[in-house]
Structure formats: structure tokens, C-alpha cells
């Protein structure tokens, strides 16, 4: 099945009642308060007059730059040397929300984007992973369960979940995400066992990783309502938002023709959305920043600053910098670039499986992200059994039990492939760089011939 393009006319969802998170906080959440120095510290900075004697700042005359220059992909060079900004970008980050200059962006972005209906305010990050414990630590204990896709982003689960003894259950997805009927039995089962109900649900409803999806507006208005009437909080986590395309037209959706999100209809305050500039400038800034309620936002900073003392500052200081320089128009004109390299991949990816797996597996064309889903026909038992002849083609994969996390729930975490039907431990991900495509396709086809594969591939080449 094809996902169907959001509708950015999108009204947002009938209000029920505002969410009351002291109702949703688990024992971290309830507890954690802005420690006593930080709440000196931002009460304080930027006062003029201030004579600070409590925070254990260095000077700025101890740090040892004194301006930061960079080239940009296009030539043009981009001058940091205010006294100011090059001090901050040194110093720690002492403001709560995050560096201004940046704060103001992300804020005025967010809202012309998706125009949240209930009442959100913002906090610059990390970047998603940490934003990501933060949110659990604060809404979850330990045996709480959360709900997210059959196939999930495997680190969130084997690095964060299982290390603090959450479970997680798979809720079963289609061409166009979560199925709301699935997740409504699961939660009315949850519900007449008499057991602590599921405390959130992550979803990526863009891109997902690993299959791809898109989920359309008509299916998140659905599992909005039924999150509505289960207090469920949605943890939405779309790092892929920006990198939306169409493979066959290649023509760039740009920055307002990217559809509506889950913040978009919160009418309630029950969704916690998660941005990322990861994907579209670096991971290796490190930041990000989150959309939520004020109760819950005013949580994950005291959670954020208490484990971390706030972002990096230097990032914050070179990404808005660099925001600045570009404005609203170089910033979507960079956007579309991205569009259009990843809609080649997806072409070329597309074209690819086209030529030399026709007849032979199943696949939805790539509309965002980095990701693609192919079901070969057949049946092998164990991606196991052909790992070493793919690695011997010089074909790296990693096998799709990874990913797949399936309704049943084992131990006091995750599904293992034991508990898996047979087809489904077959999946297989693939990353691939483009001298590697064809190449690729042609060593599945020796391999599989008429057997059964499920499989991700990545579209993050970038040659």
C-alpha cells in the first residue's frame, strides 16, 4: 500500500480535555525539581549590574577563542567575532530553554509549520536520543510498558528501554503506519486485564525506521482519538519531517508543503514532538528540540539541566549563526537541496529494484527519509543462514529481528525472534551506497530467487 500525502489544511483534532500530567509522571518525574544553582543562574544571567559570585562561570578572557570562521557548501564564508556570541558559544549553557538567538528561531519556525492548537512552548536539546530517555524517565517505572510500530528504530529499544526495565509492545502497522484498531485492542486489553495501562506511545510517522512509512493525516486523526480516550501521551519523533519528497517528479515539497503532524491536531497537550537538525544539517551538532505542554516541558528542562547543564553551546551558537546568515528563504532553499538528493537516491534505489527484482519481491517507492521496505517472495527461515554470502559480495546487512518488535511481550522488555513467526525473523537491513546498488540487487536475486525477505535499505549515500 502507497501512503497518501497530509493535507496541510488540517484541522486539529476535537478537544477532549487538557492533559493532567501529574496524573502521567512516574516516581523520577514527580521528583525531579531545577537544582538550587541553576535556578540562580537563570535568574540572574543577562541582569545588567550583576556582580556574580555564585555560579562558578570561567571568565570569558580565560577561553582561548576569540572568533570562529566557517565555509559553507556553496563558497560563502560565515564569520562568528561578536564578544558576545563567541564568549557564550564557550560558556556553559546557562539559559533554560536554550541559547536565545536560537530559542526564537526554533520557536517561530515550529509555529508557522504546525500551529499548535492547545497550549506548547519549546526547549532547545540534545538532540532526540537523550530527549528520548529524558521523556521516559519522567512519564515511565520500571515494568511500565510502551507502545510503538511492529518494526521500531532498534537503539531507542536495546539502548534505552531494556537497560531501565521498561517493556515494549508492537502495535501492528500497515502501508500507512500504526492501525488504529490494533492499538484501541491493545489498550482495551491492557484495560480489562486490570493492569498498569501503557504509559506512551513512539511513533515516527515519517520516514519510519525502519519501513519508511509516511502515516497519512485521516490515520493520525484516528490514533489521536483513540490516544484521546485512553490518556495516552504520543511521543512523536520525526527527525525524517524535513526530507519529504517524490522520487518519480523530483520536484523539492520545500518547508509548507510538508503535511500536518501530530502537534499540529494536539488539542489536549498529550503530544510530545521531537525535532532534530540531525538530519537536516549534522548529527554531529547534537541538537534538537521538543514540543510539548508547559507542565511536562517545564519536567524535561529540569531533566535536561540537571543531567547535562543544558546543550552544547557552541552549536547552538554556530547553528543559529548560521540560520541567521541564511534567513527563512537560504534555510528552505537548503531544505529542497536535501529533498532533491534524497529523492535521486530514492530513484535510482527504485529503479534499481524495478530492473532486477521484478517478479520477485514487493515495495513501497520511498516518499521521506532514509529508509526502504522490500518483501522478496519465498521463504527462508533465518536471515542467519545467507548473512555470510551476502558479507563475502562485500553486502553488509543487519538482520531485521533487530527492528521488529511484535505484540506479544517477553520478559520484561521486548519480543525476542524466538517469540517471532517464522517469516517475520527474516527481515534484513541494508545499507547501500550507490556503486553498491545494482550490485545489491543482484545478489539478492542469486541468493533468494523465490524466498521470502523482509528488508530496510538505506537512501543516506550521499555520492
Known amino acids: 500500500m502507497t501512503a497518501t500525502t497530509d493535507d496541510p489544511e488540517a484541522s486539529p483534532c476535537q478537544r477532549v480535555a487538557a492533559v493532567d500530567y501529574t496524573q502521567h509522571f512516574g516516581q523520577e518525574g514527580h521528583a525531579r525539581k531545577l537544582a538550587s544553582l541553576r535556578v540562580l543562574l537563570s535568574a540572574f544571567t543577562g541582569v545588567p549590574g550583576i556582580i556574580g559570585l555564585h555560579g562558578g562561570l570561567p571568565p570569558a578572557d580565560a577561553f582561548p577563542f576569540t572568533e570562529m570562521s566557517f565555509t ?9 567575532s561578536d564578544p558576545a556570541q563567541v564568549a557564550a558559544a564557550q560558556q556553559y549553557s546557562v539559559t533554560l530553554r536554550g541559547y536565545p ?13 504546525h500551529s499548535p492548537p492547545a497550549d506548547h512552548d519549546i526547549v532547545v536539546t540534545s538532540g532526540s536520543n537523550h530527549t528520548i530517555e529524558m521523556i521516559m524517565s519522567l512519564l515511565m517505572d520500571k515494568g511500565d510498558t510502551i507502545l510503538c510500530e511492529s518494526y521500531t528504530y532498534p537503539h ?11 517493556r515494549v509492545q508492537g502495535i501492528e502497522t500497515d502501508g500507512e503506519g500504526i492501525i488504529p484498531g490494533a492499538l484501541s485492542k ?12 501503557p504509559r506512551l506511545l513512539y511513533t515516527v510517522p515519517v520516514g519510519q525506521n525502519p519501513t519508511g512509512v509516511v502515516t497519512p493525516l485521516h490515520r493520525r486523526q484516528q490514533i489521536y482519538a483513540v490516544c484521546q480516550k485512553h490518556d495516552l501521551v504520543i511521543l512523536e519523533d520525526d527527525p525524517y519531517f524535513y526530507l519529504q519528497f517524490s522520487a518519480s517528479s523530483m520536484a523539492p515539497r520545500g518547508l509548507h508543503n510538508l503535511g500536518a503532524s501530530y502537534l499540529s491536531l494536539d488539542t489536549d497537550g498529550r503530544v510530545i514532538r521531537l525535532d532534530s537538525f540531525s538530519k537536516v544539517l549534522a548529527p554531529g551538532l547534537r541538537l534538537g528540540w521538543a ?5 511536562l516541558l517545564e519536567k524535561l528542562i529540569f531533566h535536561l539541566h ?19 546568515q541564511w534567513g527563512e528563504q537560504g534555510f ?25 527484482l521484478t517478479g520477485l519481491a514487493e515495495w513501497q517507492e520511498p516518499q521521506a527519509g532514509m529508509f526502504a521496505w522490500l518483501k522478496l517472495s519465498g521463504g527462508i527461515k533465518d536471515a542467519d543462514e545467507i548473512l555470510d554470502k551476502l558479507k563475502e559480495e562485500k553486502v553488509v546487512v543487519v538482520p531485521g529481528s533487530i527492528p521488529c518488535r511484535q505484540q506479544c511481550v517477553c520478559g520484561l522488555s521486548v519480543c525476542l525472534p524466538a517469540c517471532l513467526p517464522a517469516c517475520l525473523s527474516v527481515c534484513l537491513s541494508v545499507c547501500l551506497c550507490i556503486s553498491l546498488t545494482v550490485r545489491l540487487w543482484a545478489v539478492a536475486t542469486l541468493l533468494f530467487g523465490e524466498t521470502c525477505v523482509l528488508a530496510w535499505t538505506e537512501l543516506s549515500w550521499w555520492h
Open 72 to 80: 559553507l557548501r556553496d563558497g560563502t564564508k560565515m564569520q562568528i
Open 101 to 113: 538567538a536560537l530559542y526564537e528561531w526554533v520557536k517561530k519556525h515550529t509555529w508557522a509549520l
Open 156 to 166: 531507542m529499544i536495546e539502548s534505552l528501554v531494556i537497560p531501565k526495565g521498561f
Open 186 to 197: 491493545a489498550l482495551e486489553q491492557h484495560t480489562a486485564q486490570g493492569g498498569k495501562p
Open 291 to 295: 514540543t510539548a505542554a508547559p507542565a
Open 306 to 324: 540537571g543531567s547535562t547543564l543544558g546543550p552544547c553551546a557552541l552549536s547552538q551558537v554556530v547553528v543559529a549563526s548560521l540560520l541567521q
Open 332 to 356: 528552505e532553499q537548503h531544505v529542497k537541496d536535501m529533498q532533491q538528493g534524497y529523492a535521486r537516491r530514492a530513484h535510482i534505489l527504485h529503479t534499481a529494484a524495478e530492473e532486477h
